[in-house]
């Protein structure tokens, strides 16, 4: 019964499976600054720095240079490179790189599947100087247009299969150079074989220096909200990266961790290269379509002890049931994290019965470079917040001039400006980047609220706030009721416009295995409903759907329900899924 479901899981530091990087909170944070812990990354003599010889080069002079650096799970195959490996094949890469004169600033794209080359090229473009990008692998040509002719790359790695879409609008980007194909091929006019280029090229290569403050990377967002933004990242992220690998995912040098994001988007650069790499950890990376089975076999047969993964990955899981989990051994596992969508109360209590472990959840965005917001192993979790502030981060609630509200008043969640991995520019778009910035505070776009303990708790992204008879409703509390229900899977919530409410709350919902749509099952949800929240927050309108709409990451797309169901223009679908 939803009941008995714990509201706070309380921790002891000395009661845990492992005794945690942080160990106290508050201490760290009064204690806390960047400049202590710049030793924990290294800098060149001259005061620069590379966050790919922070990731990778670094541990060549230490016992880790034979450390296996990724396992990676392909259909039908697996691979183990050390750090030894990727740091002399992103030697390589950067060989065959600075050959076609790619130099500082440039930007190189990357458009593969999670195999090693994508990780390779990854460093080995940092390694040049250039700024790396990387493309989800499911894009089709449009979404890869308009990404490769916003940022004017210059070069774009990809594969055998992909290489088509690149093809197709190859003709309309002028200032595409070159296409590095992977894999055995013969390069036509324009193009570069992979295999061919690194076998020829030097295992030695001179990284260059830059400061801290140089792009390294760009990223576009998830496309949620609407058009993706092309966000501008440092080298010096990466101190917030390690830091926050350390005491928020809790690595430690025996662990294997397993970050399930691609590294299309942020959390697989942040978390599934960088900050793990600087922490010299190894890492399982699966290239496979995902299947709850295979899932609990790879952390079976890996013994994966720190499981950093998303809210969508979880409901997955638990639509297929828990008969499948109980067939693997998941006690190797010891931390759980997840990001990127608001965590539902309901996966943390799954979470506890299925695998003995709460999820941790946290927050933060393309633009912020790193998580900002999070629970610590250390730290009582409070089951549906986010947790709170990074020490070194200040967050706070705003309204709209930029001013604090009170303590359990919902606004704005805003953060003081100036943290190491802030995005430093939204690409050929200064006027968006401007626009984050009011009143001191850098704002998010999500609304939350804080709580007497310093806890955030997330409501909904700005454009999803639903206003009904006066209320504000946030779409997370609906949804996260919503699939307490035993027949939901999935739902996603919008405000529909009435003239008696202003809007009223509209939910699509899909269902768990075995369950059938029907109108008793509507009234059924909607009495559930009644029961768990106030009156003018439950959803006067149900509607059931195979699937809810979502980006490729997993996000549901309110936008996408809401434009639906009002038969407006849908906007920027470069990052559904099919
Ligand atoms: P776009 O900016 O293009 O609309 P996006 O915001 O989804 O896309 P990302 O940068 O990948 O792009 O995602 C960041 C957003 O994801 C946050 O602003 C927030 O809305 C959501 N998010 C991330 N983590 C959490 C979390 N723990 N709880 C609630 N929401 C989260
Ligand atoms: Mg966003």
Redesign the pocket.
């Given at each position: 019964m939803a009941e008995q479901h714990p509201k706070v899981i309380k921790k002891e530091v000395g009661r845990l499976k492992k005794m945690p990087n942080l160990k106290d909170y508050k201490f760290a944070r009064k204690e806390f600054s960047y400049d202590v812990h710049k030793d924990e990354i290294e800098f060149f003599v001259d005061g620069k720095m590379n966050a790919a010889y922070v990731a990778v080069d670094r541990h060549l002079k230490t016992p880790l240079k034979k450390r296996v650096a990724l396992h990676i799970i392909d259909e039908g195959s697996t691979k183990h490179p050390t750090f030894e490996d990727i740091a002399m094949l992103s030697n390589r890469f950067a060989n065959v790189l600075a050959k076609q004169g790619v130099k500082k600033g440039d930007r190189v794209f990357i458009f593969l599947p999670r195999i090693e080359e994508l990780y390779v090229s990854f460093l080995g473009i940092l390694k040049t100087g250039a700024i790396a990008s990387t493309l989800f692998a499911a894009f089709g040509p449009d979404a890869l247009f308009d990404r490769l002719n916003d940022s004017g790359a210059k070069i774009v790695v990809t594969d055998l299969t992909l290489k088509e879409r690149v093809d197709k609008v190859r003709g309309r980007l002028p200032e595409l150079q070159k296409v590095i194909v992977t894999g055995d091929y013969v390069p036509e006019e324009g193009e570069l074989s992979y295999n061919q280029e690194m076998w020829s090229a030097s295992k030695d290569f001179e990284i260059v220096h830059m400061e801290p403050e140089d792009r390294a990377y760009m990223l576009y967002?998830?496309?949620?909200?609407?058009?993706?933004?092309g966000v501008v990242h440092t080298h010096y992220d990466i101190i917030h990266q390690h830091l926050t690998t350390k005491w928020i995912l809790d690595l430690q040098p025996d662990d294997i961790y397993w970050c399930t994001a691609d590294p299309g988007?942020?959390t697989g650069i942040a978390y599934g290269i960088l900050g793990p790499f600087s922490n010299g950890i190894t890492s399982i990376v699966d290239a496979r379509r995902f299947s709850a089975e295979k899932w609990y076999k790879v952390i079976n047969d890996y013994k994966v002890t720190v499981w950093y993964t998303a809210p969508t990955a979880i409901r997955m899981m638990m639509k297929e049931g828990a008969d499948i989990a109980r067939k693997y051994d998941l006690s190797s596992l010891r931390h759980l994290a997840?990001?990127?969508?608001?965590?539902n109360p309901e996966a943390i209590w799954w979470g506890l019965e299925h695998i003995g472990l709460a999820f941790h959840?946290?927050?933060?965005?393309?633009?912020t470079g790193g998580i900002l917001i999070a629970n610590y192993p250390c730290m009582d979790v409070k089951v549906g917040s986010?947790g709170k502030p990074f020490p070194g981060i200040t967050a706070g609630i705003v309204d709209d001039r930029g001013n604090e509200v009170p303590v359990k008043t919902e606004g704005n969640l805003a953060i003081r400006p100036g943290w190491p991995s802030m995005m430093v520019e939204i690409w050929n778009n200064k006027e968006k980047y401007d626009s984050y910035f009011k009143g001191g505070w850098y704002i998010?776009?999500?609304r939350a609220w804080m709580d007497e303990d310093g806890y955030f708790w997330?409501v909904g992204?700005a454009d999803d706030v639903i206003k009904t008879a006066g209320h504000r409703v946030g779409p997370?509390e609906v949804e996260s009721a919503l699939v307490e229900h035993p027949a939901v899977a999935e739902a996603g919530v919008i405000g529909k416009p009435d003239d008696m409410y202003g809007e009223i709350i509209k939910a699509f919902i899909s269902l768990k295995k075995g369950h059938k749509p029907s109108d008793d099952l509507k009234a059924d949800i909607k009495n559930f409903i009644k029961t768990k929240l106030a009156g003018h927050a439950y959803p006067k309108e149900i509607e059931f759907r195979d699937t809810l709409p979502k980006?490729r990451?997993g996000?549901i797309m309110r936008r996408v329900l809401k434009a639906q169901e009002l038969g407006l223009p849908i906007g920027d679908l470069s990052?559904m899924e099919d």
């Open positions: 967002t998830s496309g949620t909200t609407g058009r993706p933004k988007w942020v997840s990001v990127g969508e608001p965590l959840d946290n927050w933060w965005q393309t633009e986010m998010s776009g999500d997330f992204r997370f980006t990451s996000k990052t």
